[in-house]
């Protein structure tokens, strides 16, 4: 658990009651999280996961409550990760009242989770979301019969139209009671469960839920077991579990889903009405094309250029120029040296603020005159691309691709998220299944995605040079990257992950869905990025100060001068690209812009620099996900493979002559 | 039973085994256009008094050293022929096994005429048994060239956008599957194939590859006029 959680842990202390907002994946969860809490959820909300766990304070009425945000799950047997998380959640949390958001447009999935939470012992609030895509297929629910069905609070929302929020604040304070199911499965299951019951300790929840995971085979539980009971409790609890296999003579998970599946069925049946089918025709059929092995080329295509005018033209164009150029270069930068320069008597301390590498003028002015902007259009725009329903599809479209790297399709989204931020994306590998793909994914992302800040600057010079240096670069980074993939796959035991991915129907985007999900994002880049970038500024101004930077300067010139055959003053832009991508970048732009670079030396560095070690704020998030020992293995396969590969265009440009 | 059923029925005794066997292994032989040696039968099956009572009772006729069938014989060698290559089949495609011949050499002597055409139907006719070999056709086959589809399918094998009603799933996945509501009797419709399979059950669109695909065996929905 996180500092986060321990500081939550604390407020319980105080008496607040803990709320846990369970449900399928995109059903709207982290928006309804979102209202309740105004805070924004963390990051990632990949049809799949939300990867972090989020946890928020509600102030209703005077009462206050701490609300959990969990991983979507489609069962609370645990099937992957994600769900094996939130389960735990429940075990060790337990929550005072579970507010489980739905899909009213797929109550039958819903309620097998309902049925889980009432065996499980909890309270319940059934929150039915998306009500309004619901009614337009022509699905109406009748809630009040399934209140009394159920036993619980059932509400309705459309979350981005804020519907319904309010009577779900009611729900909440109001007293909830744990819905009232009582399901049979069979007389063998039956008779096992209660004797591994009597068997296990008192806990949060039902022992019987416990003990119908542990015949379902559930593996996660062992080590909360041994935690609790001695071995002989334990042995029996696994001999009993084996006969019950043998006797049910089928997978008793499969037996108990189905049963669950047969009562939501039911439950399902009684309440809901369809009046046949109403959703426009042309979003169906854009959402047949999209998904289509040939019409879907041309809309990622589109989809791409998008994204290229948004975040390319328009962020990294339009609006750093505003904020670098015009705020910072004219009016904040000179401001703040007048000023430090007349009260601080100090020259170290100046130069620390206000010089070559000064916090405000390097770091400062680059994390939010740069950075900031590009990034902000580019989770604006990945956001989009979320809410809109397209990102499965798009994963779809590449799976084939994918494949050849040894990863699965659901890969598309990290990748395409290190288009933007390489740190957020090396963290959003969680969501892939498997540590293999997870680690191929990662690496991949360090030697050859290049981040939106650089690849701003570097977009911009290749567009000064020629059509063909671009092609150039572009073709190299995807041969780097699918070559390097597919080797990677080949060298690392192990399968690829397992490629299942659920497909939510297209919609129109949702502004607010958008505003709280990119504000969420960026706030997480302004509190773990930029104080990275911060720090490595800082590194560089002790290195500069120290004359150190000269003397790494003097070390790796030889390489850069000899293999790669540019001028030394480049090496710089090598050195402080892995404090800082952009700078990496940015510095070879300066030295372009004063002729200080042919065309041809223009090309190599860029390639070079793409492929290049990640920034330091992706290298210390590497090492968190990964491990050291990977990060530094990482780091020692990415420097070499860079330079070499820069040496060896180098060559060819030269050998063959070819002018860009 | 009829008549007819009652003689194709599987005989159940020892001798009536050896026989099935005998015959069986002449039928391959011949299917090779090899001439059966009646030096080579016995040594095969090392027992050649028993291979002189299937003279004496009239399923195979010896020329010049050669074993030829006679008309009785030829017919229930082709019907035994025809059973083991069934039982194959079932064992290999539904039941995924991969170490069956055992199985399917017993299962030959123990199926009755209804059932192998049950059998026969349910996996579509098929031609050729697992090792390459032809199945004998049956009377059920006849009926095939004029119905269209076998009825138990894969989704390998699915139309595109047809409704149909899932039989049995097997392979890797199913837990997963049956969390989001795709088990035995859910209606299910195929909406693509490439470049991955995507499926619709209820308001679910799932998006799965060809592994999982492949074990997740469909049947038409026979009523539906334009659903």
Known sequence: MGPAAKEKRKEEAKGLKRVALIGNPNVGKSVIFGLLTGKYATVSNYPGTTVEVSFGNINLNGTRFVLVDTPGVNNLLPMSEDERVTRDILLSERPALVVQVGDAKNLKRTLVITIQLAEMGLPVVLDLNMEDEARDRGITIDKEALKRLLGA??????????????????????????????????????????????????????????????????????????????????????????????????PVGLHINEIRLKKASEITESVVKKTGEKEHRFIQLVSKISMHPLWGLPVLLLVLYGIYEFVGVFGAGTLVGLVEEKLFGEYLNPMFTKVIDLLVPVPLIRDLIVGEYGLVTMALTYAIGIILPITTTFFIAFAILEDSGYLPRLAIMSNRLFNIMGLSGKAVLPMVLGLGCGTMAVMTTRILEGKRDRLIATFLLALAIPCSAQLGVILGMLSSLSALAMAIWATCVMVVLLFSGWLAARILPGERGEFFLEIPPLRKPALANVAVKTAG??????????????????????????????????????????????????????????????????????????????????LVSLVTITLFIPCLASFFMIIKERGMKMALSMLAIITPVAIAFGALLNLALRSLNIAV | MSDELKKRAAPETEKAQFEDEALEAIWEIAEQKKEVTFAELNDDLNDEQGVLNMVADGLINVKDGAVEFTDEGKRRARDITRRHRLAERLFADVLALTDYERDACRLEHAISPEVEEAICTLLGHPPTCPHGRPIPRGQCCKLYVKKVTPLVVSMMEAEVGAPYRVVFLRGPMIDRLASIGLVAGSDIKLQQKRPSFVLTIDETTIAIEEDVAKGIFVKKHETENGK
Request: net charge neutral; charged share 25%.
């Open chain 1, 153 to 250: 609070d059932v509400v309705g929302t459309v979350a981005p139209e804020k519907k319904g929020v309010k009577e779900l604040k009611n729900a909440i304070l109001e007293d909830s009671k744990v819905p009232g199911f009582v399901i049979d499965y069979g007389p063998v299951m039956e008779e096992y469960a209660e004797k591994i019951t009597a068997l296990l300790p008192k806990t949060n929840i039902s022992r019987r839920s416990l003990a119908l995971m542990i015949l379902a085979g559930d593996e996660s539980l062992a080590g909360w077991l041994k935690s609790r009971l001695d071995g002989e409790k334990l042995e029996a609890i696994e001999s009993f579990r084996e006969e019950c296999a043998l006797k049910m003579g089928r």
């Open chain 1, 521 to 602: 994002r960026v706030t997480w880049y302004l509190k773990e990025a930029v104080p990275l970038f911060i720090l490595g500024t800082f590194i560089l101004f002790v290195l500069d100060k120290l004359a150190l930077l000269k003397v790494i300067h003097k070390i790796a010139s030889p390489v850069i001068v000899g293999l790669l055959a540019l001028p030394e003053k480049a090496t710089e832009a090598f050195i402080i690209g892995f404090l800082r991508r952009d700078y990496g970048a940015a510095g070879l732009f300066a030295m372009f812009q004063d002729g200080l670079l042919t065309p041809t030396q223009a």
